[in-house]
Every structure is written in structure tokens, then in C-alpha cells.
């Protein structure tokens, strides 16, 4: 395993305050993620090579908003 992606997933194992998950998750969002517009709907497209990021997004999402997560 390299040393980034240990790192990267220490990192994703880490509790975070309410407010510094929303950043975080933004974040991840803005690098890993694309917005289109669909059947006049905006769509979130996010996707993650590495699986601990995938799942802290997941995670992050799931916790602080209320809304269609789907695979």
C-alpha cells in the first residue's frame, strides 16, 4: 500500500465536529464530483477510485443530510 493512500485512509477513520464534516464532505465533492443537469433535475455525480474516501463520503452524507443516495 502506498504511503497516500495510508494516509488517506487514516485520515477517512478520523471523527470529525458537525461543521467540519460539511467542509470536508464539500471538498470531496468539489474533487471527486460533477454536476449535469438531467430530465430537469440537477444530479450529483461523485466517484472515488480509492474505497475509504468512497465510504467517508457515504458516511459524511448520510450523517449530516437528508436526501436520494444512490449507487
Known amino acids: 500500500m502506498s ?3 495510508e494516509v488517506k485512509k487514516e485520515l477517512t477513520s478520523l471523527t470529525v465536529h458537525r ?3 460539511k467542509a470536508e464532505l464539500m ?3 468539489r474533487i ?3 454536476l449535469t443537469i438531467s430530465n ?8 472515488s477510485e ?4 468512497a465510504r467517508r ?4 452524507h448520510s450523517q ?3 436526501a436520494l443516495l444512490v449507487n
Do not use: E, R, T
Open 3 to 5: 504511503y497516500a493512500s
Open 19 to 21: 461543521d467540519n464534516a
Open 27 to 29: 471538498a470531496l465533492i
Open 32 to 34: 471527486n464530483g460533477s
Open 40 to 47: 430537469h433535475h440537477f444530479v450529483l455525480n461523485v466517484s
Open 50 to 53: 480509492n474505497p475509504a474516501i
Open 57 to 60: 463520503m457515504y458516511k459524511l
Open 64 to 66: 449530516n443530510f437528508m
